[in-house]
């Protein structure tokens, strides 16, 4: 008797699987491919990526998806939903036999009539060049003034783990500012805590330190980061950053009355600055070049009123620096605001150091809440800039390079208007990028809900190696303070600061 | 058989239960606990998620189930009691346990009851404190259970209940449980190495959390030790009273009780020799009905002095106007705000919106003195923190979704899940056409039970948004919200703004206007007062008829597109009054002042000279004055 049981359920397991694995082969054609959320088409994908699941936007009872490449056994997923998840395992299998080829997604509807609609394939290109393993990002809400919850965290974008390198639950609430890596290195990276506990967290080779960067002849404590490719120094923007609410499509915008340059040495513990550095225009976001040589940043003049300050457009500069003995060059325009009638943001130098990626909008350099805001390329063998392919009406700002350049991550609102989300992209050896697609995530329907916005994505190549806790630790702990170097002309920053101030 | 549940014993608890609930429901009310935590619960994993990576995250999980229903205030009162009741029944059970009935039974559930409902007069009290205790009962009572049917066990079983209570609801419970369980153990053993055995209990329990945050949990060390745990925003922040310490000692002062009943030797009978009147004494003092009468005076007594400290009815006013305003019970505003003698901004803030929008404010404005000028109309950015929502909803009335929608975020950001909040996205993102948004927030939503129907009125909107151009509240707030893009230059650009976008917006009107007299910036009052008639104004309101002779009184003129008569002679009558009193007082100000307040207080000549805080320097010390 209970054989008999045993050999029914085998046979109705085996018929249900085959149902499941079946071809259809009874439908009409549909003649445009179906909607899916998040857009998964025409995209070029890391053969490392996460599972791309998907929601089906279209109508029906039942749905079918063949995924399959040129070679390699396709995953069919056959469900009552229009949710598709893919399989983990059988997905990064299908990836790595595509490599270089073609990801092919074959999608049937089953309408209320019972009848099998079949729409165009959808058809993705798994690029023979993988991505960095992982993403660093901060989670904040939307509130301009106030903060509660933050956290900086990681995700594996070979999978959907995402795991906390520092929240600061842990730390009675204080708030967690920038992170940076050394060229996507993730065993070096700085985190700016401010209110409580303030300092700068410092991890060079995994050993944690606590810096003060604040002097008496600096502005203000180091913000917008750049770690220089040897890891002996950190360039960190210096900002007086005020908030002005507005009425409109732009909400809020940030400016600087006054802003320089600063330099860390981690060796000496010690900060340098010069007087091309710290002049009385408003210097910002510095950026190293990948051989070191150069320090990029943006630069406007300086502002006698709101209007000016506001309405500001920065241009992008280089100065020159000499890591061995840590004293500065000269000062050059790269590409000035009036040339291309816009200010530039957040220039960063691709790891080949052949091109530049930054940001233009009308003014300013806090670009994430200016709809306009759109990413361009600059070639710096031929000086020619071009707006990227990847832009959207909404927001596209913040950016990052993986570590071999053929992939960068940018912050886009282009999904809502409001919310801020990852999106990556292949940028080929000609400087043309793939059309972007957004992080993808178990939940098809997860950005449906989320409200929360992905701050400063940046691609590091493995796990963070320190755990939350001893972050936590070296936050608890008081900052050393960093000591101006020698060289600096200080009666000049004296005086510098007073012109400031006036 | 008869029934024990209809003994004199329970009867009685029964009785101070059904106080307790009459006491919470009418006296406390927890719908204004609701108002101000804004409790709420989601039912999605994610939500859940995010209270399963701190110790005591899991019974904060429930108290908000349960404090979610604080909403509907009787239901609400019967949960507060019926959780409150099983901590004394389990407490009595215990006892039973190791003793046997007892006498103190009334007592020991009578205390539970009134430290569990004292807590609840502060409106700051955080429900997990309640539910975090509750589990620590539970498992002392499990302990109990497991320790006298299985003693071999027992050890084992303290070990594991112990961690997973401090998982479950931090080191507090964790500490009331070792405590308690200490005095079982030492009750219920005999042999010499109970006290080793005791203290390695306690050395746990200690350490526990400790080694929680130093290995474990990204929790602060703070947070692992203390009753109630700090986190955003502050203006939520609890600091626990002598009650809150007292309601987490009582199971195991009561154990302690039971373990040193059982060390103190059984008093001897009385010989009789020692005479009658000994002897019937004694009996006397032994008697059930004496001694539960004794525990019924004492808990009364108690309960009376202890419900008298800990009732504060400026706040539960304070906070009932706040429930009226977000209910648009305007009146019930205005009633509420007659109870609360002192100043206070936020019954200036919620006393001008309620005059708004009755269409009281020029008439009425300088019957609440404004001792805070502008900042009695507008709450002060640097107070907004406590006020984030309060001050959405005045811009939100006012039509200006920019501004509302601002604040809204920054209330969010402090209490990312409150409904009210999130009904407010809702209907701003409606309101600027943002329906993706508006749908989000929608979706957040519906993963709240109690707003299920709100939900489902308003998703409506966003399937047709076609059905938007019939809503009479979106279609007023499209009308009056300001699209110019421009930078917020302060609440007199706002008001500009919004005046100037629509002709029709009569709040915004009348702010403009009141904020203008409050600046005392009457060449600014005179610009706008002049579009008066566009709003329907025929005769002018007092305030601006008081000002207005101010102004001809300051300049010699009277200004053009006004004839003198639009200012009632009564009106004129009594300036010339006023301004007589001063004079009879030699144009001594402080020496007028009295005999000005009684008949002038209300008026804005009073404000003028006594009041504005350009005169008072009241804006310099703020804090004090709110």
């Not at chain 2, 305007?330 to 007659?338: A, I, M, Q, R, S």
């Amino acid at each position: 008797m209970k054989k008999y049981f045993k050999n029914i359920l085998r046979v109705l397991v085996l018929s249900f699987l085959a149902s499941c694995t079946s071809e259809i082969t009874d439908f009409t054609e549909v003649d445009r491919q179906a909607l899916i959320s998040p857009d998964y088409s025409n995209i070029v994908v890391p053969p490392n990526i996460a599972p791309l699941n998907f929601k089906i936007m279209e109508q029906g009872s039942e749905y079918v998806v063949k995924a399959f490449a040129h070679k390699g056994k396709p995953i069919v997923i056959r469900s009552k939903n229009p949710i598709i998840q893919f399989d983990l395992k059988e997905w990064h299998k299908l990836m790595q036999e595509g490599k270089g080829s073609d990801i092919n997604m074959e999608i049937f509807v089953r309408g209320d009539d019972k009848n099998w609609k079949k729409f165009q394939t959808l058809t993705n290109h798994i690029s023979n060049d993988s991505i960095d393993s992982h993403l660093a990002y901060r989670l904040i809400n939307t509130g301009y003034v106030f903060w509660s919850g933050l956290g900086i965290y990681q995700r594996n974008l070979e999978n959907f783990d995402e795991k906390p390198i520092l929240e600061n639950k842990s730390f009675e609430y204080g708030c967690l500012n920038c992170h940076s890596f050394r060229q996507n290195d993730p065993d070096d990276m700085i985190i700016h805590i401010r209110a409580v506990h303030g300092g700068t967290i410092v991890s060079r080779d995994r050993n944690l330190t606590k810096i003060d960067t604040k002097n008496k002849y600096t502005l203000n404590a180091g913000v917008y980061p750049s770690w220089h490719p040897d890891g002996k120094y950190i360039a960190f923007s210096v900002n007086n950053i005020n908030q002005h609410f507005c009425n409109g499509e732009t909400r809020i915008e940030v400016s600087d009355g006054l802003s320089d340059l600063i330099v860390y040495n981690i060796e000496t513990n010690t900060i340098s600055t010069s007087v091309q550095v710290s002049g009385p225009s408003r210097e910002n976001l510095p950026t190293w070049s990948p051989d070191g040589k150069y320090l990029y940043f943006i630069s406007a003049p300086p502002s006698s009123s709101l209007d000016d300050r506001i309405y500001a457009k920065y241009e992008l500069l280089r100065i020159g620096f000499d890591g061995l003995t840590g004293s500065w060059g000269d000062v050059d325009t790269i590409l000035s605001s009036k040339s291309i009638g816009k200010s530039i943001s957040f220039p960063k130098v691709s790891p080949n150091g052949k091109y530049i990626m930054f940001c233009t909008s009308d003014f300013g350099y806090f670009t994430i809440h200016h709809p306009n805001t759109d990413l361009n390329l600059l070639d710096l063998e031929t000086g020619v800039y071009r707006e990227m392919e990847v832009n959207s009406d909404q927001t596209d700002s913040y950016h990052s390079f993986s570590k071999s350049g053929n992939w960068f991550v940018f912050s886009s609102k282009r999904m809502d208007g409001l919310f801020t989300r990852p999106y990556f992209s292949y940028l080929d050896e000609n400087g043309k990028a793939s059309k972007p697609f957004v992080l993808p995530q178990k939940d098809p329907e997860f950005y449906d809900s989320f409200i929360q916005n992905y701050n400063i994505p940046e691609l590091i190549t493995g796990e963070v190696p320190l755990s939350p806790l001893a972050i936590r630790d070296k936050v608890l702990e008081d900052a050393v303070p960093a000591q101006l170097d020698l060289s600096v002309d200080t009666l000049y920053m004296k005086w510098h600061l007073t012109q400031k101030d006036k | 058989m008869k029934l024990k549940i209809f003994s004199s014993g329970n009867l009685l608890v029964f009785a101070a239960l059904v106080a307790a609930w009459y006491v919470i429901a009418t006296v406390i009310s927890p719908f204004l606990h609701y108002q101000l935590q804004q409790s709420a619960f989601i039912t999605d994993r994610d939500f859940l998620q995010r209270f399963s990576d701190y110790p005591g995250g899991i019974a904060d999980y429930c108290s908000l189930f349960v404090s979610q229903f604080f909403f509907f205030n009787y239901l609400g009162s019967f949960l507060i009691v019926a959780f409150i009741s099983i901590k004394g029944l389990l407490a009595i059970r215990m006892t039973r346990m190791l003793i046997g009935k007892s006498k103190f039974e009334f007592g020991i559930s009578a205390l539970f009851i009134l430290f569990g409902t004292v807590v609840f007069f502060d409106y700051l009290y955080p429900y997990y404190i309640s539910i975090r205790l509750l589990f620590a009962v539970l498992f002392t009572w499990a302990f109990c259970a497991v320790h006298l049917k299985y003693p071999k066990y027992s050890y084992f079983v303290w070990f594991v209940l112990a961690s997973l209570l401090f998982y479950l609801a931090s080191g507090p419970a964790l500490f009331v449980f070792a405590l308690s369980t200490v005095f079982i153990y030492l009750k219920t053993n005999t042999n010499g190495s109970k006290w080793v055995i005791a203290s390695a209990f306690a050395l746990f329990a200690g350490l526990l959390p400790y080694l929680g945050f130093k290995f474990v949990f990204q929790s602060s060390f703070e947070n692992l030790y203390k009753i109630s745990i700090m986190k955003p925003p502050a203006s939520l922040a609890y600091t626990p009273e002598v009650s809150t310490y007292v309601f987490y000692s009582l199971l195991p002062l009561i154990l302690l009780g039971v373990f040193i009943s059982t060390i103190i030797p059984e008093r001897k009978a009385v010989p009789v020799a020692k005479g009658k009147k000994a002897k019937v004494k004694s009996k006397f003092f032994q008697r059930e009905l004496f001694v539960v009468l004794f525990q019924v005076i004492v808990v009364s007594v108690l309960g009376y002095f202890l419900f008298n400290k800990a009732y504060n009815p400026l706040k539960k006013n304070l906070l009932t106007i706040e429930y009226y305003a977000e209910q648009r019970q305007w009146k019930k505003v205005l009633e509420t705000t007659k109870y609360i003698e002192e100043y206070d901004f936020r019954v200036n803030f919620h006393g001008a919106r309620a005059l708004s929008h009755l269409r009281l404010l020029p008439d009425q404005l300088f019957e609440y003195p404004q001792l805070l000028g502008t900042y009695g109309l507008f709450i002060d950015a640097n107070m907004a923190r406590s006020a984030s929502i309060i001050t959405s909803d005045l811009y939100f009335d006012l039509g200006y979704m920019g501004e509302s929608q601002h604040w809204a975020f920054e209330a969010q950001t402090l209490l990312p899940d409150s409904p009210r909040i999130l009904k407010r996205l809702v209907m701003i993102n409606l309101i600027n056409r943002n329906y993706l948004l508006a749908e989000k927030f929608l979706r957040i939503l519906d993963g709240n039970m109690l707003c299920c129907d709100w939900v489902r009125q308003h998703k409506q909107f966003v399937t047709d948004t076609s059905l938007t151009n019939s809503d009479s509240l979106i279609v007023e707030k499209r009308r009056f919200n300001p699209v110019k893009p421009v930078i917020n230059t302060g609440d007199e650009g706002c008001l500009k703004l919004l005046v100037e976008t629509s002709k029709e917006n009569r709040m915004a009107y009348d702010y403009l206007l009141s904020f203008y007299l409050l600046d005392t910036n009457l060449r600014g009052f005179i610009e706008y007062l002049k579009y008066y008639p566009l709003y329907g104004v025929k005769t002018l309101p007092r305030s601006w008829e008081e000002a207005l002779i101010i102004f001809v009184a300051q300049t010699k003129t009277v200004p053009h597109n006004f004839s003198p008569q639009i200012v009632d002679e009564k009106i004129v009558r009594r300036f010339a009054e006023f301004s007589a009193v001063i004079r009879q007082n030699n144009n001594n100000l402080p020496v007028a002042k009295n005999a000005l307040y009684s008949k002038y207080g209300n008026t804005y000549w009073f404000y003028n000279l006594y009041l504005n805080p350009k005169v008072t320097n009241a804006l310099s010390k703020k804090a004090e004055v709110k």
